[in-house]
């Protein structure tokens, strides 16, 4: 510990996809400020509508939030929050998240869900306004047409494979280590609703950020850089990923970083239309009141910050 | 005990509960707490009385019941069985105890992925969850009580000619009475805590299931109605625990 | 008592794990399941564990929380547990109120938790006390009531207050029962002390697990088990210990167990 | 001077019915005095030691030690009862020092005159046995001991003797007239032998088959101090005994009446 | 017939020192005979009575019933507990139609025989208390019937009366004398009254102070039918319990050897 009085954020964050977090959390070395002109406190929590409530109730400053999480902390649970940096969303030609059904499965199309039992990650999560707009597209009532079951990324492929649901939604690595296996097939992803979802971002309570702003600014530089350092340098950032999910360096090597990974900024920086988008979407849904991005734009602090 | 004498208990016990919910209403009027954290108890209890008339409420209540029910009941049956046979048979003894010290402390929540696939998502997975967190400490009190046994009750029974195998349920399960209802009200609320736990992580429906769908879009008020109901669910169930444990145990000094 | 039969009883455990492991390699292989590895995977996936530094730092942050906790819990749930057995009134006034708070669950408590005592070891601590002081004070209380009246009487007569009755009388006699409690209790420790870090956690075992769970690294879930499970068999032989030498005195008169086996 | 007055117990019993167990008790016992309660199994002798003890109020009438009410236990009333109450967690020694440690007696003290009354009691050598290692009449004795040792002002003892043996019995007996005699403690006795109660007491108390009422007091008059070997052969004595037991055939024609 | 042959007991103490108990007895009792046991108290009679039970198994030696080895207990010997040892959670009824019941007697009928037992002992009105509603003579008298009621052969019986008054008492001897004469039991009796072994057996055994020995056996040469009041009168029976209270004497020379 160092004698002088530092000031420290206290950051929520969660796996897997988080790079530039997880490099200022294994190498804090390489960033100059971090440790030195301040502090971050790490908390790790469970999916990030937890998170959510902890920044509403005061126990954290900065985390990861995905547009749904914090457009609810929002209209519910009245936060006030700066989207200051974006972590991964889906790029054209790179990862979706999708659904997927066995080989043999009589589901050809997104209509057969009719009646069907359904795994999704997480009911009310970031990806069931997509998921549900599809269902209405092709005439399927999310609500009464099909039955929901919360099953976790973890659990998807064996929850499939097992005949507990006869469709599930899957991320990384999980899907590239269900692809690998064989035996089942992509039914549709969610690129099919709308292109460049974020999947979750960098958000800080509006009041901490308007009583410090050189700190925030700080840790958003230090985001913009750990993120560079990340695309940079993907033996490394094999390694920090390895550490941080205790996972092997191969089950990463498979996809983390490659075409067939979610997309990530450059600059670390948030695509707000692409979030005004989502929450459009969660609107016509009924999963939300319409909300305007807005709100959550900073004038200034907002990565890429140098 | 006189009716005068049940009645200021009954108040005496609601006398807390009055407070720790005005401590709540204060908590709220003073701004404490942020209402959307926190939402005022006048709010809650007037939308658990509109929400326990509907019948979806009512399902959910009865979904979370009958798991809570089962798993409870074969915790009992499993662990008065197995605390018994444990403390009369030191073959049994030897395996069991050691068994126990392995499996009582493990976290079973860790393990409800595993049942969800094997199990599946309906009753039978919560049931199972359920059925092995309450277990532990039914087993441990039963046996604690059976091997505390006053010998010469024993030694009563079996010159009357109680044979071996009965001396379990005619002398030993009644004089570990006491221990084992002990242990049951530690269960029941266990699985209280668990069938709600087990909701909470993957289902849908009961109260668990209520409560996650109000917490991810952040419905404070919803989010405390399915609480307060397993926490009156808790206190009922207890009550009519008390009063089995009074008209079993009437014989016992302690009763 | 043969020395056989005393070296039986040190094998029994270990004959009891290697069987469990067995069952559970047989169960795996049965049902061949990526979420249920066999027991050999997650033997191998121990050493890893306990090999790095990391790791058993963690794990020694929950043990101190858990140490806390307990301790916490046991100081204060005693004296409570016994009031409620010797009074009425303390009994008419705390029961209903510890029925109403306990089956609520921690988890569902979380946010306000946080508003107050932050994400921090405080608030898991707390969780670790809650879980804790149910067992041990339902036992103190079931203990208290259940002690001879006349062995009061007897204190009563010699001059003792209330107070020191209940110190020197009502503990001793209702003791047996207690550590039972606190047996049970020491078990919901190990179990709350991995489940308070479910939702929220900086460093502990729980940490490592619920990581190699949303991970789907199963044979680095059933390792920590494992961890957790010998763990648990350590604390309870040493609390086992302990409680031998503290109610030598109500040990069953003679050696057989019920004495009709 | 111990007073209780039109004193009534009722207890109620698990099958809800009302037990009288004590009827409209009056009896003044004097400072000093040696008293024994004679009666029927069960009608309510223990009860009357509870009462005058402090452990359990009366449902009706009262009981007045020194002239105050009795509402509470304390060290000036020592009771010795029938099951015993021994601390099970404690040894020997241990039961019969608590009481002097209490009364802020220093450890060493305490263990000098407790293990004079252990030896006194015939348990020299298990000191250091605990209660569930010994045999009735032994535990009997510790209790007996463990009373004496803090030398409360009245004595309340519900068939201190009743599980021993003559011998022992006999040498007990006389240990007890001579603390008696020099300290001239007031005892109240509850004895089921005659014999035991003329050769001890002032006063014999003869109670009613249950619900307890009071039969007869009779006033031991002869001399003291008292030698067993003399007083057998007096036929006054005798006279009391043999009086005392027919009276006892009288209570007996009432039959019982729970 | 039972055979008690070179039996010891050794207790370990939890100060971890061995207690010898019982040194080497050996006692042959026959069928139908009614034999007392008188000792010190802590002399090992209880554990004597236990060893026959088949509820302790001795260190050494061995001891038979009918020809075979005990090694459990069984229902024809039936034993009174000194400290009673009452089911709690059954009433009084309950506890004396427990044995019946066992034995396959039906309810109806085992009622009716264990009512007539409860009323026997002194206790009618009182079937529907539970033992923790009873006094000390009371729970000591629903032990007795208890036991009588499963008709065991063999009565082992640890100070039975020794909480009753002295009517009681009587009445309960005489009701025993008449059992043991119309089913022909044989009895093992432990008391404390010299008095009492005297009136109702064939054979009294002294035993020493502990470690217990057997002093000497004594056979009572008294014609049956036995009545009190005769045999009162009658100077062998004096004889016999003078001469047996001063062995008492001599076995209290060789002091205390726990
Ligand atoms: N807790 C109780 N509940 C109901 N009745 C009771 C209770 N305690 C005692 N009694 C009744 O009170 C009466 C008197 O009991 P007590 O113990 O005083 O008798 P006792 O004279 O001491 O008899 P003994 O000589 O047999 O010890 C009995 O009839 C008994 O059944
Ligand atoms: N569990 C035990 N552990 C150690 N010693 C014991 C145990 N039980 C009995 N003893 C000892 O054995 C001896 C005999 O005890 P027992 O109860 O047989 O005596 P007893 O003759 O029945 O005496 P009493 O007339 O007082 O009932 C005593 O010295 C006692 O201290
Ligand atoms: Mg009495
Ligand atoms: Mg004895």
Redesign the interface.
Known sequence: GSSRAQQTIRVGWTIPAEESKYWMMRRPAEFPDLGKTYNIEWTQFQGTAPMTQALAAGALDCATQAPLSLSNGVVGGNLKAYIVAQHVFEKPGGFSVYWAVMDDSPIKTIADLKGKTVGISVIGGGTQGPFNMLLKQNGIDPAKDIKLVEVGFAVSEDALRQGRVDAVNMNQPFAARAEAKGGTRKLFSLSQAMPNIVHILEACRADFVDKNPELVKAYVRDITSGMKKALANREETLKVVSEVLKAPIPVLDTYLLKDNDFGRDPGAAPNFPAIQKMLDIYAETGMLPKLDVAQFKHPTIVAPLQ | MTSRALSTDVLLGLLPIALLIALWQGLVSFELAPVALLPPPGLVFSRLLQQLVTFSFQQEIIATLFRLFTGFLIAVALGVGVGMVAAASPAINATVRPLVRVLAPLPKVALYPALLLLLGFGHESKIALVAADALFPILLSTYYGASTVEQKLIWSAMAAGTPRREILLKVVLPAAMPSILTGCRIGLVISCIVVFLAEMITSTDGLGHVLITAARTFQAVDMFVPLITISLLGLILNALLQAARSYLLRGFPEA | MTSSAAIGRRVAPLLACIGLLAAWQVAALALKNDSFPTALEAMRAVPAILGDKEALINILASLRRMAIGFAAAVAVSIPLGLLMGRSRTVAAFFNPLLMVIYPVPKAALMPIIMLWLGVGDIAKTLVIFLGVSLPVIYHSFEGAKAVEEKMLWSGAAMGLSAAQCLVRIVLPAALPEILTGCRTGLVLALITMITSEMIARQSGAGNILFNALDMGQYDTVFAMIIIVGAMGIGLDAAFEKVRARLVRWSEPQFDMPLSFS | MIEIDHVSQV?Q???RKD?LALSDISLTIEDGAFVSI?????C???TLL?IV???VSPTSGSAKVKGKTIT????D???V???F??????TVLGNVM??PR??GVRATEAEAQSRALIEMV?????E???????????K??VALA??LA?H?EVLLMD?PF????????TRLQNDLLNIWERDRKTVLFVT???DEAVFLSDKVVMMSRSPGRIRQVIDIDLPRPRRRTELLLDPRYQKYVVDI?RM??D??EAG???
């Open positions: 207890f019993t698990s099958a037990h004679l009666g029927p199994s069960g309510g002798k223990s509870y003890g402090g452990f509470a236990p304390g060290p009333r020592g009771p009862f029938q099951e109450a021994l601390f099970p967690w404690k608590y009481g209490q009364q015939g348990l020299k050598g298990y250091n046995f605990f209660p569930k290692e010994l045999s009735g009449g032994m009997q004795r463990r009373t803090y409360p068939e009743g599980a021993l043996d003559a011998h022992t019995r089921h032998s005659v037991e006892f055939d209570i007996d019982v009446n729970p």
